[in-house]
């Protein structure tokens, strides 16, 4: 079982974009779902999870605000919305299952997708 994560890319600073997380044969309706993240030297970090239903969710203090998750559960697929990036959200990007929101660790994670790197510079 694996995700697939993409959209990453290289953006301006201030800059926008949407990462997209799916899985080809295996359905997401039934898992709360994160959102992670790794810089270069650092440790990989939670970023953002949402429930199965999208009833609840969860952000990391460094992103409240300008980062938006959300889920279309017919299309299967979990969406991460970027806004006001900044050159220290350059990271690889990874989604994965985790067992709740309030569980939004990396230590957490269960499935995972092979990650999409995004840059920001200018």
């Known amino acids: 079982v694996q995700l697939q994560a993409s959209g990453g890319g290289l953006v301006q600073p201030g800059g926008s974009v949407r990462l997209s997380c799916g899985a080809s044969?295996?359905?997401?309706?039934?898992?709360?779902i994160g959102w992670f993240r790794q810089a270069p030297g650092k440790e990989r970090e939670g970023v953002s999870c949402?429930?199965?239903?999208?009833?609840?969710?969860y952000y990391a203090d460094s992103v409240k605000g300008r980062f938006t998750i959300s889920r279309d559960n017919a299309k299967n697929t979990v969406y991460l919305q970027m806004n006001s990036l900044k050159p220290e959200d350059t990271a690889v990007y990874y989604c994965?299952?985790?067992?709740?929101?309030?569980?939004?660790?990396?230590?957490?994670?269960?499935?995972w997708g092979q990650g999409t790197l995004v840059t920001v510079s200018s």
């Open positions: 994965a299952t985790v067992p709740v929101v309030t569980k939004c660790r990396y230590e957490y994670g269960d499935y």
């Open positions: 044969a295996f359905t997401l309706d039934s898992y709360a």
């Open positions: 949402i429930s199965s239903s999208a009833g609840s969710t």
